[in-house]
C-alpha cells in the first residue's frame, strides 16, 4: 500500500541553524510535490511546489529537493527563527490520477 | 482575494446524528477539495472536484459520507450518520488547477459525543 513518512513527528533545533524535514514514499510514483507549513487551529498554508523532472526549488529561506530515485524529498529552512516553528507537511500528487496524499507532519520547534 | 470560506467553525453533535458542512472556494478555482484531519495526523482526502464533477472519491466512506459541488462553486459534505470516529477538523482547499497549489479554509472542527 501506499506509504509517505515524515521523518520524525518532532525536531527541535536553535535559532539560526538549519533545519531539515524528510518525506520519504513507497509505493507511489508522484509527478510533484508540495510542502506546507501548519499553525495549530488553522488550515495548511502552500510553501513550495516542486515536479518530478525538477532537482531543486528554493524559496527565500526554503529550499526543497526532489529525489524520485532515493523516494525522497528534503526541505530545508535556513538561518531558522523561532516564528518558523510550527507542523510542516509533505503533500504528494500524480497527474490525472488525482491520487492526492499528505503525510502526518512535522512538528518543528525553533528555540531562540 | 478572499480566501476560502467555510461555516460552520465548530460543530458537536451526538452519535448517530446528521451534520453538513459549507464551502466557498476562491472565486475562479476549479478545484475543490474535502479533507479529514484527525488528531496527530495529516489531512486525509476524501473527496476531490473539478468544477462540478467528482475525480476522486476513493476514500471517501460512502455509506455514511456525501458531497456535492453546487454549479461548480459551493460545496456542502455531509455525515449521515455521525459515528464517533468522525471527531476530527473537515478542511476545505481550493485550487486554479489540479497540479497547483491548495489554499486551504479554516476547517470545522466536529465532535461526536
Known amino acids: 500500500s501506499q506509504k509517505i513518512e515524515q521523518n520524525s513527528e518532532a525536531l527541535n533545533i536553535q535559532e539560526g541553524k538549519t533545519a531539515t524535514l524528510t518525506c520519504n514514499y513507497t509505493n507511489y510514483s508522484p509527478a510533484y510535490l508540495q510542502w506546507y507549513r501548519q499553525d495549530p487551529g488553522r488550515g495548511p498554508v502552500f510553501l513550495l511546489l516542486i515536479r518530478e523532472n525538477e532537482k531543486e526549488k528554493r524559496k527565500e529561506r526554503l529550499k526543497v529537493t526532489f529525489d524520485t530515485t532515493l523516494k525522497q524529498s528534503l526541505f530545508h529552512i535556513t538561518a531558522s527563527q523561532p516564528a518558523d516553528s510550527a507542523t510542516y507537511l509533505c503533500a504528494l500528487d500524480r497527474y490525472n490520477n488525482n491520487d492526492m496524499r499528505f503525510g502526518a507532519g512535522t512538528r518543528l520547534t525553533v528555540k531562540p | 482575494e478572499a480566501g476560502v470560506a467555510q461555516s460552520p467553525r465548530y460543530k458537536i453533535i451526538e452519535k448517530r446524528q446528521s451534520v453538513a458542512f459549507w464551502c466557498n472556494p476562491i472565486s475562479g478555482h476549479a478545484t475543490l477539495y474535502w479533507y479529514q484531519q484527525i488528531l496527530g495526523q495529516g489531512p486525509k482526502l476524501l473527496i476531490q472536484?473539478?468544477?462540478?464533477?467528482?475525480?476522486?472519491d476513493s476514500q471517501l466512506p460512502k455509506d455514511r459520507f456525501s458531497a456535492e459541488r453546487l454549479k461548480g462553486v459551493d460545496s456542502t459534505l455531509k455525515i449521515q450518520p455521525a459515528k464517533l470516529e468522525d471527531s476530527a477538523v473537515y478542511l476545505c482547499?481550493?485550487?486554479?488547477?489540479?497540479?497547483?497549489?491548495?489554499?486551504f479554509g479554516p476547517g470545522t472542527r466536529l465532535t461526536v459525543l
Open positions: 472536484f473539478q468544477n462540478n464533477g467528482v475525480v476522486d
Open positions: 482547499a481550493s485550487s486554479r488547477r489540479t497540479d497547483n497549489e491548495q489554499f
